[in-house]
């Protein structure tokens, strides 16, 4: 049998190179700047020599200079590396040409890029088309392509694993409406929807409906048979469930992979007593807070034992990590180096060229999504210019190319707990609005990533049972800023009595703002004075002394939470001592019509909910059927006293307006698609785990909280057999003290 697969892999070899002459040929045909031949003309026999000498040279270029490229490269920018694939590509076959014996090929060096190109993806095409027959060459192409593979080979158990895969920013409601939508058939296949078959946009049917080359029709992803017709019982369940106040990436997954996200507010917050501001994707503050869930729970993480981390912000532990931004900064070690899972992706020529395309054809795809919702006064609508377009390319197209490619060497090598974050929903929904058609393309560029996952899980060694969740969802509305003229930071300053830009007071809520910062210091400004007089005191909006003797508020945007801190005051502020120092403040932010509510410290109750008209209901006495959280839904009461709990809580939580109508929140940042807060479909995430597995929440019940997803992630871990994550040394003694 073995000489039979080095004859199948020497023929396919063959066939591919035969093909990749053929395309040179064509394409010396059809470019002018591209030459087989000598000036003064060459035979036919000649010319075929050329090109498959040309064709030879650049197909072991490829397999050999390209891997050692891409790892020089990694240090490079993500960004600037999926632009550099064609030019690397096409210098490759420049010298391919140089090195040519017969001495007769030439190309112009931008024709070069076009050439190479063309010839990789063709030559990759090829190559899968000759071995989709082949069960253990895909196999073992897959693999290839996917990963660098484990050091260590130990025998793979026969129990299942678990493949996680985070749909970023997908909140249940979005979900649901897509698969009725026909947006995800493989999604609605797992539920057995009506429109489980009905393919999206008129594209092909979901992956898996015809007979799989291997497994005999079963499909070991969910443990069951994967029919694609009506009436097929559901493989799959779904269910709501709620995040913290703190809707977004940071918490929730810190939650998930680590058991704690405790003393995390918000997306980024100030911290006193470190005089530092903390933003939850910056590298330095991944580290920090990692560590710090480490040593509250008492272990690695959800990962700890044979696991894999893929585009996420924490490793959860996992000895195999790629794109994870807590180990960004390690740069010494190779293997745990964060943009190490580039290499395993790039250092295929064919898989460049293939996302680069896609890369380039995404970017030119933004610039005239948005050119046509300016042109066509589309509202509410946020500026997409300047680099958006390629943070967008990257996010949809490479970083989705990249950690679902190691995701299918993760499971193709066995691995026991793998969670793979895929950002495209999320960063797009921002931008776009979470319910529009540009993110409607990116949840049906997903469901065919999903499907691809369940094809390969039947080519695994060992069964895999695939659960799909979110982290947070995203709440429609336009900006604070669009709707009243000025920024939260803005409305800050002038409650404060600060200085605030021009335009800013200019608007009816920098104007209130004034009036109450005067009426509280009881120094009305005279009205002749206040309409003609242009110097200092009136651009201020405050008389010439007072609040501004303090130190200046920084104020942060998360989603549509906002957090107001006085670095100045080394503890955090009780609602006596920011009434003392600015009197207007709190009831200048409490009755603008674009807060909900706001949360401060109280000498007397420990902590209050400040809403319109004078509301004010210490923590004790707080729920979700009345006072100004009424609106928020379940669980808003309880997640705002576990917020007041942590240490680095800020002075004031701001959360702004919700409308349950519409369901639509006032983002504090520029985004039309936001989470953070409180309000609407950001705080209901999902969870579609297989049937096989334990419902998540007894009675039906939504689990409450990323903590509880964790320990049910962990259950299920549990009931596949998986590994029991040891206590760290010395935790054991401590607890059992």
Same mark, same amino acid.
């Given at each position: 049998?073995?000489?039979?697969?080095?004859?199948?892999?020497?023929?396919?070899?063959?066939?591919?190179?035969?093909?990749?002459?053929?395309?040179?040929?064509?394409?010396?045909?059809?470019?002018?700047?591209?030459?087989?031949?000598?000036?003064?003309?060459?035979?036919?026999?000649?010319?075929?020599?050329?090109?498959?000498?040309?064709?030879?040279?650049?197909?072991?270029?490829?397999?050999?200079?390209?891997?050692?490229?891409?790892?020089?490269?990694?240090?490079?920018?993500?960004?600037?590396?999926?632009?550099?694939?064609?030019?690397?590509?096409?210098?490759?076959?420049?010298?391919?040409?140089?090195?040519?014996?017969?001495?007769?090929?030439?190309?112009?060096?931008?024709?070069?890029?076009?050439?190479?190109?063309?010839?990789?993806?063709?030559?990759?095409?090829?190559?899968?088309?000759?071995?989709?027959?082949?069960?253990?060459?895909?196999?073992?192409?897959?693999?290839?392509?996917?990963?660098?593979?484990?050091?260590?080979?130990?025998?793979?158990?026969?129990?299942?694993?678990?493949?996680?895969?985070?749909?970023?920013?997908?909140?249940?409601?979005?979900?649901?409406?897509?698969?009725?939508?026909?947006?995800?058939?493989?999604?609605?296949?797992?539920?057995?929807?009506?429109?489980?078959?009905?393919?999206?946009?008129?594209?092909?049917?979901?992956?898996?409906?015809?007979?799989?080359?291997?497994?005999?029709?079963?499909?070991?992803?969910?443990?069951?048979?994967?029919?694609?017709?009506?009436?097929?019982?559901?493989?799959?369940?779904?269910?709501?469930?709620?995040?913290?106040?703190?809707?977004?990436?940071?918490?929730?997954?810190?939650?998930?992979?680590?058991?704690?996200?405790?003393?995390?507010?918000?997306?980024?917050?100030?911290?006193?007593?470190?005089?530092?501001?903390?933003?939850?994707?910056?590298?330095?503050?991944?580290?920090?807070?990692?560590?710090?869930?480490?040593?509250?729970?008492?272990?690695?993480?959800?990962?700890?034992?044979?696991?894999?981390?893929?585009?996420?912000?924490?490793?959860?532990?996992?000895?195999?990590?790629?794109?994870?931004?807590?180990?960004?900064?390690?740069?010494?070690?190779?293997?745990?180096?964060?943009?190490?899972?580039?290499?395993?992706?790039?250092?295929?020529?064919?898989?460049?060229?293939?996302?680069?395309?896609?890369?380039?054809?995404?970017?030119?795809?933004?610039?005239?999504?948005?050119?046509?919702?300016?042109?066509?006064?589309?509202?509410?609508?946020?500026?997409?210019?300047?680099?958006?377009?390629?943070?967008?390319?990257?996010?949809?197209?490479?970083?989705?190319?990249?950690?679902?490619?190691?995701?299918?060497?993760?499971?193709?090598?066995?691995?026991?707990?793998?969670?793979?974050?895929?950002?495209?929903?999320?960063?797009?929904?921002?931008?776009?609005?979470?319910?529009?058609?540009?993110?409607?393309?990116?949840?049906?560029?997903?469901?065919?990533?999903?499907?691809?996952?369940?094809?390969?899980?039947?080519?695994?060694?060992?069964?895999?049972?695939?659960?799909?969740?979110?982290?947070?969802?995203?709440?429609?509305?336009?900006?604070?800023?669009?709707?009243?003229?000025?920024?939260?930071?803005?409305? $800050? %300053? &002038?409650?404060?009595?600060?200085? @605030? *830009?021009? +335009?800013?007071? !200019?608007?009816?809520? =920098?104007?209130?703002? #004034? /009036?109450? $910062? %005067? &009426?509280?210091?009881?120094?009305? @400004? *005279?009205? +002749?004075?206040? !309409?003609?007089?242009? =110097?200092?005191?009136? #651009? /201020?909006?405050?008389?010439?002394?007072?609040?501004?003797?303090?130190?200046?508020?920084?104020?942060?945007?998360?989603?549509?939470?906002?957090?107001?801190?006085?670095?100045?005051?080394?503890?955090?502020?009780?609602?006596?001592?920011?009434?003392?120092?600015?009197?207007?403040?709190?009831?200048?932010?409490?009755?603008?019509?674009?807060?909900?509510?706001?949360?401060?410290?109280?000498?007397?109750?420990?902590?209050?909910?400040?809403?319109?008209?004078?509301?004010?209901?210490?923590?004790?006495?707080?729920?979700?059927?009345?006072?100004?959280?009424?609106?928020?839904?379940?669980?808003?009461?309880?997640?705002?006293?576990?917020?007041?709990?942590?240490?680095?809580?800020?002075?004031?939580?701001?959360?702004?307006?919700?409308?349950?109508?519409?369901?639509?929140?006032?983002?504090?940042?520029?985004?039309?698609?936001?989470?953070?807060?409180?309000?609407?479909?950001?705080?209901?995430?999902?969870?579609?785990?297989?049937?096989?597995?334990?419902?998540?929440?007894?009675?039906?019940?939504?689990?409450?909280?990323?903590?509880?997803?964790?320990?049910?992630?962990?259950?299920?871990?549990?009931?596949?057999?998986?590994?029991?994550?040891?206590?760290?040394?010395?935790?054991?003694?401590?607890?059992?003290?």
């Amino acid at each position: 049998m073995r000489w039979r697969r080095i004859a199948s892999q020497i023929g396919r070899s063959v066939a591919v190179w035969a093909v990749s002459t053929v395309t040179m040929l064509l394409l010396a045909g059809l470019l002018p700047d591209f030459q087989l031949q000598s000036a003064d003309g060459d035979s036919t026999t000649r010319i075929a020599v050329t090109a498959a000498c040309g064709a030879g040279a650049f197909g072991v270029l490829s397999a050999v200079v390209w891997p050692l490229l891409v790892r020089l490269l990694l240090l490079v920018p993500a960004l600037v590396l999926g632009l550099l694939v064609f030019f690397l590509n096409g210098s490759l076959l420049l010298l391919a040409l140089r090195i040519n014996p017969s001495g007769r090929g030439a190309a112009a060096p931008e024709t070069a890029v076009i050439v190479a190109a063309v010839m990789s993806a063709v030559a990759s095409a090829t190559g899968a088309a000759l071995a989709v027959r082949d069960d253990e060459a895909y196999r073992r192409r897959l693999h290839r392509l996917a990963t660098r593979g484990r050091r260590a080979h130990p025998p793979c158990p026969t129990t299942p694993g678990l493949v996680c895969v985070q749909l970023d920013g997908v909140g249940h409601d979005v979900l649901t409406d897509a698969v009725r939508k026909g947006l995800m058939p493989t999604v609605a296949r797992w539920l057995a929807t009506a429109d489980a078959t009905r393919p999206a946009g008129g594209g092909a049917p979901p992956a898996g409906d015809g007979a799989s080359p291997v497994g005999g029709g079963t499909s070991p992803a969910h443990g069951g048979t994967s029919p694609a017709g009506g009436g097929a019982a559901p493989t799959h369940r779904l269910t709501p469930w709620r995040t913290d106040w703190s809707s977004q990436t940071g918490a929730s997954q810190l939650g998930i992979l680590h058991g704690s996200n405790f003393d995390v507010p918000a997306f980024r917050w100030y911290e006193k007593d470190r005089g530092e501001v903390m933003v939850c994707n910056r590298p330095t503050s991944a580290v920090e807070l990692q560590r710090r869930a480490v040593l509250r729970t008492g272990d690695g993480g959800l990962l700890s034992v044979d696991g894999a981390s893929r585009g996420n912000l924490f490793s959860g532990g996992a000895g195999e990590q790629a794109l994870v931004l807590s180990i960004a900064t390690r740069r010494r070690s190779p293997a745990n180096r964060s943009r190490a899972g580039y290499f395993a992706y790039f250092s295929d020529p064919a898989n460049a060229v293939r996302t680069a395309l896609s890369f380039v054809a995404e970017a030119a795809r933004e610039i005239g999504q948005s050119t046509r919702a300016r042109l066509r006064g589309q509202r509410p609508r946020v500026g997409r210019g300047g680099l958006y377009p390629f943070v967008r390319a990257f996010a949809t197209v490479v970083e989705r190319d990249v950690v679902v490619a190691a995701v299918l060497g993760d499971m193709l090598a066995g691995r026991t707990a793998v969670y793979a974050d895929l950002v495209a929903y999320d960063e797009v929904a921002h931008h776009s609005g979470p319910h529009s058609r540009d993110a409607e393309k990116v949840l049906q560029r997903l469901d065919r990533s999903l499907a691809l996952l369940e094809r390969v899980a039947e080519h695994a060694p060992r069964p895999y049972r695939i659960v799909v969740l979110s982290d947070h969802g995203q709440s429609p509305g336009e900006t604070f800023r669009a709707r009243y003229g000025l920024t939260l930071g803005d409305l $800050v %300053r &002038a409650g404060c009595g600060l200085h @605030v *830009p021009r +335009r800013a007071e !200019r608007t009816r809520s =920098g104007a209130e703002a #004034r /009036a109450a $910062v %005067r &009426a509280a210091l009881r120094r009305p @400004v *005279p009205e +002749r004075e206040d !309409r003609h007089r242009p =110097g200092p005191a009136r #651009r /201020a909006g405050r008389p010439p002394a007072g609040p501004a003797s303090h130190g200046e508020p920084i104020v942060l945007a998360s989603g549509n939470l906002g957090l107001v801190s006085f670095p100045d005051v080394p503890h955090r502020m009780t609602k006596e001592e920011i009434d003392a120092r600015h009197p207007a403040l709190l009831t200048t932010l409490a009755n603008h019509p674009g807060i909900g509510f706001l949360l401060v410290r109280s000498e007397e109750h420990g902590g209050v909910v400040l809403g319109a008209y004078g509301a004010e209901i210490p923590l004790a006495e707080l729920d979700d059927e009345s006072g100004p959280l009424a609106r928020f839904g379940p669980g808003a009461a309880d997640a705002v006293r576990r917020t007041h709990s942590f240490p680095h809580t800020a002075d004031i939580m701001v959360n702004s307006a919700y409308d349950p109508a519409d369901g639509e929140v006032l983002a504090f940042e520029e985004q039309i698609g936001s989470h953070g807060g409180l309000g609407g479909a950001q705080s209901r995430p999902f969870l579609l785990s297989p049937r096989e597995l334990s419902a998540p929440a007894e009675d039906g019940a939504e689990p409450a909280g990323a903590e509880h997803v964790h320990h049910v992630l962990r259950r299920w871990l549990g009931e596949l057999d998986g590994p029991q994550v040891p206590l760290a040394p010395g935790v054991e003694e401590e607890r059992a003290a």
